[in-house]
């Protein structure tokens, strides 16, 4: 992993190596807004942390003097078939790490399914569990930039959970969770969340037919959708792309939820007939 500047002109410029154990994989950097915080999986032994070689999250802190602090946000001891911990992202204070595990991290998870948890990193690491999929699966969280709201993929479908957290003097969380989707068809799914900074918008991707009429069972495609929640939890939708088979995949939303880039072989703009992958 490394942090690069770009110069007045946006050109790199300045590379700085944030990792530096020689051994082990690194992978899915996560930068806060500021760019000194970045959040991370790794098998690698950093600063003589994780010593037994498990995929576990951590968050470096590059410092004044470009030396870089680490701290292991998860700890799953044994193996590295203790637990995968991965999917780190961070929100735009880096003070928040939302990422999926398999390990029974606070002891709410004994099947040892994956579930979402959200990491408080100071001067200590105050973990709590989002998901409850007993059994299931939760995956694929995207934090907002606030750090208020994580949305997050479980069992196909799509849920944003409000995560407060009481730091002191006990640390205590309360989770509310709103339902985003629900399945229209008996198979499918709904993937691929990308939440904004207030966390009011959710763009993903669907083949269910979320806009009644939209992506309807004779197509049931790959399609982008947006979804907006309100202060009362109202979840309305729009969809975003409508196409007759291809490829509509990996939204981005911004931060104001206003736009949407995504990936897509169709030919929206009329320029692309051959149905090469583009970045709309």
């Not at 991290?105 to 998901?131: C, H, K, M, W």
Request: proline share 4%.
């Amino acid at each position: 992993v490394a942090a690069v500047a770009a110069d007045a002109a946006g050109q790199p410029a300045d590379a700085l190596r944030v990792t530096r154990y020689t051994l082990g994989v690194n992978s899915r950097p996560s930068v806060s807004q500021d760019g000194t915080r970045i959040a991370f999986w790794t098998t690698g032994r950093h600063t003589g942390q994780n010593n037994d070689g498990n995929v576990e999250i951590f968050l470096a802190e590059i410092q004044r003097d470009d030396t870089v602090r680490y701290t292991q946000v998860t700890s799953s001891t044994g193996s590295i078939l203790a637990g995968f911990n991965l999917g780190p992202v961070l929100d735009d204070a880096g003070r928040r790490v939302a990422f999926y595990s398999d390990a029974d991290l606070v002891g709410e998870n004994p099947d040892r399914g994956f579930e979402v948890y959200l990491a408080e990193v100071g001067t200590t690491v105050a973990i709590t569990q989002v998901s409850q999929a007993a059994r299931g699966f939760s995956v694929l969280p995207d934090i907002s930039g606030e750090g208020r709201f994580i949305a997050y993929v479980s069992n196909d479908d799509i849920y944003r959970a409000d995560v407060a957290y009481t730091g002191a003097p006990t640390p205590t969380w309360a989770i509310t969770t709103t339902r985003v989707t629900t399945l229209t068809r008996e198979v499918g799914y709904n993937d691929q969340p990308s939440i904004s900074r207030d966390g009011r918008f959710i763009a993903f991707v669907s083949d269910q037919d979320i806009v009644p009429g939209g992506n309807a069972e004779d197509n049931a495609n790959r399609e982008i959708f947006l979804a907006e929640i309100d202060a009362s939890g109202r979840v309305t939708y729009t969809q975003v792309t409508n196409s007759l088979g291809g490829i509509n995949d990996q939204p981005s939303i911004s931060g104001d939820g206003r736009r949407i880039v995504f990936l897509s072989d169709r030919d929206y703009t009329g320029d692309n007939p051959s149905a090469v992958r583009h970045i709309f």
